[in-house]
């Protein structure tokens, strides 16, 4: 069984950075496509970026381009989402996900970590 414990959230002002990582244990994040997804209050959980198993290929929400990146370390089975120019509308819970291909199904969750953006 994969488990997923994400870190880094916190509040932030706006114009300003957070690193979110993803620490696994129990399995290898080698062999699945990685993803980082968030929910606000009152809306639905949203894709924000994908990275390949390879790590050679990402993905990105038209909102966070440019802003977010996405990258994996395989030596530590983390993966991590980097936050730049954070808008107040970043707000939201950000959830890892482990996943067998980039737009396919989630087949681990971690638990979450809240960001706010406010000043």
């Known amino acids: 069984q994969l488990q997923l414990a994400e870190s880094g959230g916190g509040l932030v002002q706006p114009g300003g950075s957070l690193r979110l990582s993803c620490a696994a244990s129990?399995?290898?994040?080698?062999?699945?496509?990685l993803g980082w997804f968030r929910q606000a209050p009152g809306k639905e959980r949203e894709g924000v970026s994908c990275i390949s198993s390879s790590g050679g290929s990402t993905k990105y929400a038209d909102s966070v381009k440019g802003r977010f990146t996405i990258s994996r370390d395989s030596a530590k089975n983390t993966v991590y989402l980097q936050m730049d120019s954070l808008k107040p509308e970043d707000t939201a819970v950000y959830y890892c996900?482990?996943?067998?291909?980039?737009?396919?199904?989630?087949?681990?969750w971690g638990q979450g970590t809240q960001v706010t953006v406010s000043s």
């Open positions: 129990g399995l290898t994040l080698d062999y699945y496509a």
């Open positions: 996900a482990a996943i067998l291909y980039c737009g396919g199904p989630v087949k681990y």
